[in-house]
């Protein structure tokens, strides 16, 4: 991929969001050395989720990839503030959260909206480790929440 991560994100006809403002006492980042914490991540659109529910019950496993895409989405957009711009940094490792009805075990497939756009906006430096873990809940009745650890590199 020669093109920046920018271009890519504008040619899948996206754009960051700002960062989502944390719903209780917690910061949205924090660094240590060159790493950087994201907290938890719902896929907020404008302040709001688009779909509450758990997977395997009120949402298929394609809605659930949908959802984890917009949560990898404002992942994107912690990066770039805690950074300063796409360019500056790589994904180390992804968890992702999925609200998971009794019977559900596509958290894998769930998980891959998050990891699929990572890569196509980032390249290279959106490949990372991942863990996909169902969960009973999430806060505000979220699908899905991802959280990730990102590595600062040079220009």
């Known amino acids: 991929m020669s093109s920046t991560a920018a271009a890519r994100l504008a040619a899948l006809d996206l754009t960051l969001p700002e960062v989502p403002a944390p719903a209780a006492a917690y910061q949205p980042w924090s660094v240590g050395g060159d790493l950087v914490f994201t907290a938890g991540q719902l896929p907020l659109i404008e302040g709001s989720l688009p779909r509450t529910g758990r997977l395997g019950e009120e949402l298929a496993t394609a809605d659930g990839a949908a959802l984890a895409r917009l949560a990898a989405l404002n992942l994107l957009a ?7 711009s796409l360019e500056a940094f790589r994904v180390v490792k992804v968890v992702v959260f999925v609200a998971s009805a009794e019977g559900f075990h596509e958290q894998h ?4 909206g998050a990891s699929h756009l990572l890569g196509e906006v980032l390249g290279d430096r959106g490949v990372h480790a991942r863990s996909a873990v169902g969960v009973p809940a999430l806060p505000l009745g979220a699908p899905v929440e991802g959280e990730a650890i990102l590595e600062r590199v040079p220009w």
């Open 78 to 84: 912690i990066g770039v503030a805690a950074c300063g």
């Open 109 to 112: 497939l769930v998980a891959n």
